[in-house]
């Protein structure tokens, strides 16, 4: 399985931002798919997760109320969307995807399968 994020960019605080993420290869292996952040000198940390077929998500108490993760099956990408932003989002985000659901609060180590990270910089 082969991801490719993209959408990243410079946003000042409070607009919004979509970023995109592409599976190709083994899609048959992919259960859930998810992003995780990672901003500088800090761990990797869940944002969000959503399965694949049934449509459940989970999202971190951060994000809750901001962001919004869909799913298109038949162009096996997910979606993040990024509203209200703030400088606290800043970070790497990176998608993530695996064949299980591992819980609502799923660490980096359950994901198989990465994306590059594309970069979020928020701007106050």
């Known amino acids: 399985v082969q991801l490719q994020a993209s959408g990243g960019g410079l946003v000042q605080a409070g607009d919004s931002l979509r970023l995109s993420c592409a599976a190709s290869?083994?899609?048959?292996?992919?259960?859930?798919m998810g992003w995780f952040r990672q901003a500088p000198g800090k761990e990797r940390e869940f944002v969000t997760v959503?399965?694949?077929?049934?449509?459940?998500?989970s999202y971190a108490d951060s994000v809750k109320g901001r962001f919004t993760i869909s799913r298109d099956n038949a162009k096996n990408t997910v979606h993040l969307q990024m509203n209200s932003l703030k400088p606290d989002d800043t970070a790497v985000y990176y998608c993530?995807?695996?064949?299980?659901?591992?819980?609502?609060?799923?660490?980096?180590?359950?994901?198989?399968?990465w994306g590059q990270g594309t970069l979020v910089t928020v701007s106050s």
């Open positions: 290869g083994r899609t048959d292996n992919i259960g859930v």
């Open positions: 993530a995807a695996d064949r299980w659901w591992r819980g609502t609060d799923p660490g980096p180590g359950g994901f198989a399968y």
């Open positions: 959503i399965s694949w077929n049934g449509g459940r998500t």
